[in-house]
């Protein structure tokens, strides 16, 4: 397993190498959609460094709806306390019986 993971983290990591070699030219990054030449807020950086992390941003975001998911499941698989513990452990219930 350990052999498979480095076979797919070196390709992965050289990848992305060269991506960021392959773009380092600086673009400008805006947060303001209603004036494009005069942005309030604007970054200026390389390309590189947007689109790794927009892509990490991206993972951050799906591992924590499945944690969120995980930990949901989990709360509805857990019994409820409080809620009559001894009786569901009883195999048999006792029913009053009116004698006549």
Do not use: C
Request: no cysteine; charged share 15%.
């Amino acid at each position: 397993m350990r052999l498979l993971s480095w076979f797919i983290l070196v390709p992965l990591f050289a990848a992305t190498l060269y991506l960021a070699v392959a773009n380092r030219h600086m673009v400008v990054f805006s947060l303001d959609a209603f004036e494009p030449d005069t942005p309030a807020l604007a970054l200026e950086l390389p390309l590189f460094a947007v689109v790794l992390a927009s892509v990490f941003l991206g993972i951050l975001i799906g591992a924590l709806a499945a944690t969120a998911g995980r930990w949901r499941k989990n709360r509805q698989k857990a019994p409820a306390s409080g809620q009559g513990g001894a009786a569901k452990k009883s195999a048999t219930a006792v029913v009053p019986v009116k004698m006549a």
